[in-house]
């Protein structure tokens, strides 16, 4: 793949043209020149658009696509479509699927349906068999295939002993333990935010505390057993403080948000809308703001879209009984320009691949390109025409988000909407 890129401004502090707003030339999916002006005398496919920036590609560390099983949800093909034409160049794959991805040959075949892709997949395993909390799946098989972190998606590990087990056994080939951040004792039946508003509209709560005491166990089993956990989606005051505390410790812990958690807060459930119906929860305002405090001082390592995609028939139903779960690859740089400047949007949607083993590059000559594309300045309200996703629900819709998405390049291919 050859191509010229014409008067794009580099966002990349790792770049010698950080800032700078020049001409990027890639000849066989390698950066060859970055100049002020460059010609084409090859005829190379030239890309000139609006307001053009280009960063590092991005990575999200939690999306599910439904496949195999739940192809009417979204399919893989579709679903790394989807992230091209978002911004982003490499993605981790929740195993939720049906079957659940617990062994060598489900990894295998997750990454074979994403061969020769624009964007990288990488599969995440069952952290259990089944997802069922009970066994161990087969972490170093799956590791071998090309596992790069085990998490039983939205599911807690409530048995502690199997949790100690599974840091301390992954720990021997250096793998990363994901564990959900919720108490199921405590939230129960929960279906949001256990605070004023779930008592005004009668729907059950799920209360921070859930979450926090998931949190300190697990932390409490990291420290005993010297691992590596992951711990992904929190969204509450408390976390951000255990954690941060944690790290002072010189634990070896790192831990995400999502970004519907940063930006709406259970108040958006007087309409009983089941987009807004997410785990963990909405929570309050004041968790929204220690969220984002979290990620301006390193806190939290890494946002995620937690790109959730759910058919109509399980959403369109009563609150108490929808499934949990919004589509966010869309939205994601647009929702996050709404609270940080553009620098530090990017910072955190390039955040986070070091610690799934994903090598970084740079916008310098000589790499391989790996960019994703965008206009950070372009306001526009979204709708359902600006989803790719085979499923529709979104928490975004006729929010007013702020920077449009061109694209990608990388893996020696152009995708562009």
Not at 247 to 274: G, M, P, Q, R, Y
Not at 367 to 379: H, R, V
């Amino acid at each position: 793949m050859n191509a010229l890129i014409k008067s794009a401004t580099i966002v990349d502090s790792k770049s010698d043209f950080h800032n700078e707003t020049v001409d990027i030339l890639i000849e066989k999916g390698r950066i060859s020149k970055i100049s002020k002006r460059i010609s084409n005398p090859k005829n190379y496919k030239e890309i000139k658009l609006d307001n053009l920036h280009v960063s590092q590609g991005w990575f999200d560390s939690s999306v599910s696509f439904g496949e195999p099983g739940y192809e009417e949800r979204e399919t893989i093909i579709n679903g790394l479509k989807t992230a091209a034409r978002s911004g982003f160049t490499a993605v981790a794959l929740n195993a939720n699927s049906n079957p659940v991805i617990d062994s060598y040959a489900d990894i295998t075949f997750v990454k074979s349906k994403a061969n020769d892709n624009a964007v990288n997949l990488y599969p995440i395993g069952a952290l259990t068999q089944g997802s069922k909390g009970e066994n161990l799946a087969e972490l170093f098989d799956m590791t071998n295939a090309g596992a790069v972190a085990f998490y039983d998606y939205q599911k807690p590990i409530s048995n502690p002993n199997l949790m100690k087990i599974a840091m301390q056994y992954a720990s021997n080939f250096d793998g990363l333990v994901c564990s959900f951040p919720q108490e199921s004792k405590i939230s129960g039946l929960g279906v949001a935010n256990e605070h004023i508003n779930s008592t005004k509209l009668g729907l059950k709560g799920n209360p921070a505390l859930a979450e926090e005491l998931q949190v300190a166990r697990d932390l409490f089993l990291l420290e005993y057993t010297e691992g590596k956990l992951h711990i992904p989606t929190i969204s509450t005051v408390k976390s951000v403080e255990l954690i941060r505390a944690a790290k002072a410790k010189k634990l070896d812990v790192t831990c995400s948000v999502a970004i519907h958690n940063l930006i709406f807060t259970d108040e958006v459930l007087n309409s009983f809308d089941t987009n807004f119906k997410v785990l963990p929860p909405l929570r309050t305002q004041t968790d929204c703001d220690a969220l984002i405090e979290g990620l301006k001082d390193g806190t939290i390592d890494m946002v995620t879209t937690d790109h959730n995609p759910i058919d109509i028939e399980d959403k369109k139903i009563e609150f108490d009984y929808a499934k949990y779960g919004t589509i966010g690859l869309e939205s994601a740089f647009g929702a996050l320009q709404n609270i940080f400047t553009t620098k530090k949007t990017i910072s955190l949607l390039t955040q986070g691949k070091s610690r799934f083993g994903i090598s970084e590059s740079s916008i310098n000559e000589g790499e391989k390109a790996n960019l994703s594309l965008f206009n950070p300045d372009k306001d526009y309200i979204f709708k359902t025409t600006h989803i790719s996703s085979r499923s529709k629900n979104s928490a975004f819709f006729d929010k007013t988000l702020k920077g449009e998405t061109y694209g990608i390049i990388a893996n020696n291919k152009i995708v562009l909407k």
